[in-house]
C-alpha cells in the first residue's frame, strides 16, 4: 500500500468516527416546556448542537392523531418561531431532528431531540385581586378663597363656586347631583364625573351631594357653600377744611389750596377718587371741576388761569370710598385779590462814575400800580436801607434819598402797597466806590 492510500484511507476513518461520537440535540423553549400561553401567541424554539447538514422539526398539535407539520429548515440553523394562530387548547408537544453524515456524507442518519410540551388556551384570565376595596366618590367646591372637599366653603354676596365630582366606577349616565343650576339630564348635573359653575348664589347654605351612582360602591359625598350676606357699607362723609390763598399774591395772586378730611366708619373703607367743583357766586354758575379716579388725595391746589381777579367762588367736594359709596359737602367762600399786586420796580441817579462816601443818592419809585388810578393817594411806600446807607430824605415817599458812609456794597429795599392794600417789594443793590477826581487843565505861559 503506497503512502498516498494510507493517508486517504486516514482522513477517511477520522471522519467516520467523528460522525459517529456527535451527541444528540437538545431542545428548549420560550415559554418554557409547561408554561400556559394563550392560543396566537409565538413559541420560540432553539437547540444545540446544531447540524451542519439538515435541522428539521416537527409537531404533535392538539387533537391530532400524530407527529405532523415536518418543516426543514436547512444547514446551521438552530432556532424556530412556532405561530399558533388557529391551534385547539391543549398540550404542543415539538421536537427536533438534526441529521449528522460520515465518511464524507457516504453514511448519514438522524438524531431526534427531547420533547417540548407547552399547554394552550384560548384566553388567559387574570387572577382576582387578594382584597377589593371600592373606589370612593369625591366632590369639592372652589370659590375666590380655595378648594373644600366634605366641608364647608365660605362665600361673600354675589360670588360664585365651582363644583367637581368624581365617582369612579360608576355607570357613564348614573350619578346626580342636586341643586345643580341645570336640568337634571344636563351632563353638566350628572355622570361619572363633571364640573359645573353655580353661578351667583343667594345668602344662606347651599349643598352639593353625588346620588343615585350605579355601579359604584364607594360611600357618597357632600359638599356644603355658605353665602355670607355683604355686610352693610356706610356712606363716607368729608369735612371741608378753610380755603388757604397762594402763599405769595406777588408771585402766583390766584392759586389757591382747597382742602378736606375723609371719614368713613367702616373700618375696611377708604377714599378712592373725588370730584371738586367752583361756582361763581355772584351767577351760580359752574365754572370749573376737577374729577380724580383712584386718588385718596384730601387737598386740591387750583392750577392758574383757572380763576379771576375780584371773584367771590364757592366750592363743593365730593368723595367716594372703595365700594363706591359717595359723601359730598360745601366748603367755605373764598375771594381773590381784586386784581394782580403791584409790580415793583427803582432806580438811583448819582454824579460820577458811581456814588462815593456822603454822596447824595436820589431814589425813583417806578412800581407798576394796577388799583384804580383814581385811589392813587392811597398808595403807600417804605425804603429800607442796610449795610451803612442811611436815608437823608422821607422812607415813607415814593422818591427818597440816601448817603453812604463807607465803601462797598449796599442793599435797599422797596416796599409798595396799593391802594386796595396790596403790598410786594424789591430788594437791589448798590456798590459805593471811591470818588473819582476832576482834572483841571492849566495853559502854560
Not at 380724580?292 to 388761569?305: E, M, N, Q, R, T
Not at 365700594?323 to 366748603?331: M, S
Not at 392794600?421 to 482834572?439: A, D, E
Request: glycine share 8%.
Amino acid at each position: 500500500m503506497s503512502r498516498f492510500t494510507f493517508i486517504i484511507l486516514f482522513i477517511g476513518l477520522f471522519f467516520a468516527l467523528v460522525g459517529t461520537v456527535q451527541a444528540a440535540p437538545v431542545l428548549s423553549s420560550l415559554p418554557p416546556a409547561g408554561s400556559t400561553i394563550t392560543i396566537g401567541d409565538p413559541v420560540d424554539y432553539g437547540w444545540s448542537p446544531v447540524s451542519t447538514r439538515d435541522n428539521c422539526i416537527h409537531f404533535f398539535p392538539p387533537g391530532a392523531a400524530g407527529w405532523e407539520n415536518w418543516t426543514c429548515l436547512g444547514r446551521n440553523i438552530g432556532s424556530y418561531a412556532k405561530n399558533t394562530a388557529g391551534l385547539n387548547e391543549g398540550s404542543l408537544s415539538a421536537e427536533i431532528a438534526t441529521k449528522k453524515c460520515s465518511f464524507f456524507g457516504l453514511k448519514c442518519s438522524w438524531d431526534y431531540s427531547n420533547v417540548v410540551k407547552v399547554n394552550l388556551v384560548k384566553t388567559l384570565s387574570l387572577p382576582p385581586p387578594l382584597s377589593a376595596t371600592p373606589e370612593s366618590t369625591s366632590i369639592t367646591a372652589t370659590g375666590p378663597d380655595g378648594t373644600v372637599t366634605d366641608e364647608t366653603l365660605f362665600l361673600n354676596s354675589r360670588e360664585s363656586a365651582i363644583i367637581t365630582w368624581s365617582a369612579p366606577g360608576a355607570g357613564p349616565e348614573s350619578c346626580v347631583i342636586n341643586e345643580c343650576p341645570f336640568d337634571s339630564g344636563d351632563s353638566r348635573c350628572s355622570g361619572s364625573s363633571g364640573s359645573f359653575s353655580t353661578g351667583a348664589l343667594t345668602t344662606g347654605s347651599h349643598s352639593y351631594a353625588i346620588s343615585s351612582c350605579t355601579g359604584n360602591v364607594g360611600a357618597p359625598h357632600a359638599v356644603n357653600v355658605d353665602v355670607r350676606p355683604e355686610p352693610k357699607n356706610t356712606a363716607p362723609s368729608v369735612f371741608p377744611l378753610p380755603p388757604q390763598p397762594p402763599a405769595d399774591y406777588c408771585i402766583s395772586p390766584l392759586t389757591w389750596t382747597l382742602s378736606w378730611n375723609f371719614y368713613d366708619p367702616d373700618a375696611d373703607s377708604f377714599q378712592s377718587g373725588y370730584e371738586i367743583k367752583f361756582f361763581d357766586v355772584a351767577t351760580g354758575r359752574e365754572v370749573f371741576s376737577r374729577l380724580s379716579y383712584l386718588s385718596s388725595s384730601d387737598s386740591y391746589a387750583v392750577p392758574a388761569g383757572a380763576l379771576l381777579f375780584n371773584k367771590t367762588y364757592s366750592w363743593t367736594i365730593k368723595v367716594w370710598d372703595n365700594k363706591l359709596a359717595t359723601g359730598e359737602a360745601t366748603g367755605a367762600n373764598f375771594t381773590t385779590i381784586p386784581h394782580s399786586a403791584p409790580k415793583i420796580d427803582f432806580r438811583w441817579t448819582f454824579s460820577g462814575q458811581w456814588p462815593a462816601i456822603n454822596e447824595v443818592i436820589n431814589f425813583y419809585d417806578e412800581t407798576t400800580f394796577y388799583d384804580n388810578i383814581a385811589s392813587a393817594s392811597k398808595r403807600k411806600w417804605l425804603w429800607i436801607f442796610w449795610d451803612d446807607l442811611k436815608a437823608v430824605g422821607p422812607t415813607d415817599s415814593f422818591n427818597t434819598q440816601a448817603k453812604a458812609g463807607s465803601r462797598g456794597e449796599k442793599r435797599i429795599k422797596l416796599a409798595s402797597t396799593d391802594a386796595d392794600g396790596l403790598t410786594c417789594s424789591k430788594t437791589k443793590t448798590l456798590q459805593i466806590g471811591r470818588r473819582v477826581p476832576k482834572i483841571k487843565e492849566i495853559f502854560p505861559r
